[in-house]
């Protein structure tokens, strides 16, 4: 594993005035061109404010599926807006930048896919959402991380419990997947995020002493996963307050906490976009990142500048070509009609 500097996203600037006029701005031009905006939790939080939807993958491509609004502006990555156009191919999907991309779904090409699939013919092929719609054509199920383990304990379920599973791309996810399912005919593809494999074990054992009987929130893509399993397994850690979650979950968690009236300390291990809906959800939480340098750059790549000029110019769609779209969305099917 690297142990390079994590890519930092610019700091956005921000003059309040400035930031609420665009706002009105981005607000009247969804209006006129009826179009829904939906945001993921990494978003900046200008544009979070700014959003219909703001959520997770599940959550987004749950929202794009049902919203009845001719145009969606897409406020995240490539690979959400791909999956939004084929779940939604009769709308209009917009990213505002077109380079906003994923280092996670580019650490697997299709050719790549093909080949792994050759070397395992029984297997059935599980993919994250975080892939290019070409590498869901050629895939059994997809999963997020709120599902991966229901959608894996569905195959076992249907197929028996030798079922062969190639899984992938990211490691640290299928690791997990395997630990909580105990399933061992898995193949797990060696890709990762290297916004969240940047997270690593001495970020939690550092945290961990400076905020002692904290809770722990941990996003399953992260470089730490399997450690902190490794403290739960050998009693450093209380089991109680280690939870693995998607970011969506996370929300889940911390809206639990306001009800409650919480105060506690939580560590929150995950791009640290993270924290502003968690601080918002529950003002009274302390919320630490593992990691505050764990910022990723594409999700910051969308600006309420370019949400407005997309939304003026109707720039930026994003398409799947029919072909590949019909195929690629039977795992996503697959995926959303599985309940955890
Ligand atoms: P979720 O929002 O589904 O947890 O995914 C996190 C992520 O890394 C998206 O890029
Ligand atoms: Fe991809 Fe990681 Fe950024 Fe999510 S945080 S969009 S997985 S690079």
Known sequence: MSSQPLPMAPEPGSDPAAVAELQAEVRAL??????????????????????????????????????????????????MAETASILAPEKTVLLPDLDAGCSLADSISAPQLEQWQQRYPNAITVMYVNTTAAI??????????????????????EHGPDVEICFGPDMFLGAYVQKITGHQP???????CHVHAGIRPDDITRVRGEHP????????????????MEYVAAGDVDAEGVQMLSTGGMLGYAEQAAAEGSKRDVIVATEVGMLYPLQQAAPDVNFIPANAEASCRYMKMITLEKLRDTLRDGSGEVKVEPGIAELARVPIERMVSINP
């Open 213 to 228: 009987g904290a809770d722990f929130l941990i996003h399953p893509e992260c470089g730490c996963v399997t450690s902190v």
């Open 30 to 79: 969804a209006k006129a061109r009826d179009a829904v905006i939906l945001a993921h939790n990494y978003q900046v939080p200008e544009v979070q404010d700014v959003a219909d939807y703001v959520g997770d993958s599940l959550g987004l491509s749950q929202q794009a599926a049902q919203v009845e609004n001719p145009v969606i502006a897409f406020c995240g990555v490539h690979f």
């Open 136 to 157: 869901k054509a050629l895939t059994d199920y997809c999963c997020t991380s709120s599902n991966a383990v229901a959608v894996v304990n569905h195959i076992i379920a």
């Open 186 to 192: 898995m193949h797990i593809w060696d890709g990762e």
